[in-house]
């Protein structure tokens, strides 16, 4: 069974540095947000919702990161093939409000601070989308 999923890496700007949005799973593994398209949404729309839905923030993409495949076992369902579209979303508005049957807790974090939660804390699958957004957002 194939799932398609979407989400993304959230940042805002502030006058000292640029702060990422951290997910805490019901894993206690650090994480972002991103949840499974709904039919008829497009892979943008989707990773904007479940950005809103999970933490509260509102915000727009800038651009494509990385798509990630990976398989899991469902109990229910068997082996599931899942696909992610990650991108780079700016915070345009919203306040952090943790959905709280999927999260423990969200919180920004410095770059730099994110990253290493990442390397130490998070999802093996995620580390290249990081990179990805770290670099973007560093020479930026």
Known sequence: MKEISAGGIV????????????????????????????PG????????????????????????????????TDPERGQIDKEVTYYLVQKTGGYVNVQIEEINQVHWMELEEALAAQKSKGYENNQEVFNKAYEFLRNS
Do not use: N, S
């Open 11 to 38: 940042f805002r700007k502030t006058d000292e540095c640029i702060e990422i949005l951290m997910i805490e799973d019901k894993y206690q593994k650090i994480t972002i947000p991103k949840g499974k398209q709904e």
């Open 41 to 72: 949404e497009t892979l943008e729309q989707t990773a904007l919702r479940e950005i809103e839905e999970e933490t509260g923030i509102i915000g727009r993409i800038l651009h494509h990161i990385e798509k990630v495949h990976y398989q899991y």
